[in-house]
């Protein structure tokens, strides 16, 4: 996975805006069934995050609809990578640095987020087949 924000900068702290340029890309985004590692590299400026979340049959990435604070539900969330350098959940994957989660999937659609306030609706999600 790759995680970044374009455009910016080191200089540019605090809550990203609604409409920065942000990705999230998976390769590949199709993966067989059974105990995957998901990667995340952030090489972007600001901090994020990697949440796998299962998407409901004939959903598509990306409508989900954030709430007040820039977030979407992680209800039902299935693992997180958010812990610069190592695996698991922690305060975020900062500039230049990966983790990882290592998880159990099942045949089925998922969807790849990072849920920093805006960065989902600013464009940090990604749809995971697993056959």
């Given at each position: ?24 890309h998976a390769t590949p985004d199709i993966v067989a069934a059974g105990q995957i ?95």
């Amino acid at each position: 996975m790759t995680l970044a924000d374009m455009g910016m900068t080191q200089m540019m702290g605090g809550t990203a805006p609604r409409g920065a340029l942000m990705m999230l890309h998976a390769t590949p985004d199709i993966v067989a069934a059974g105990q995957i590692t998901l990667v995340a590299s952030n090489v972007g400026w600001r901090t994020h995050e990697l949440v796998i979340l299962p998407l409901a049959a004939g959903a598509t990435a990306g409508l989900r609809v954030p709430g007040g604070d820039g977030k979407v539900s992680e209800t039902g969330s299935l693992g997180e990578a958010s812990n610069s350098c190592t695996n698991g959940t922690g305060a975020g994957i900062t500039a230049g640095t990966v983790s990882w989660v290592t998880i159990t999937l099942p045949p089925g659609h998922y969807e790849l987020i990072c849920n920093f306030p805006n960065h989902y609706a600013d464009g940090m999600h990604q749809e995971l087949d697993v056959i």
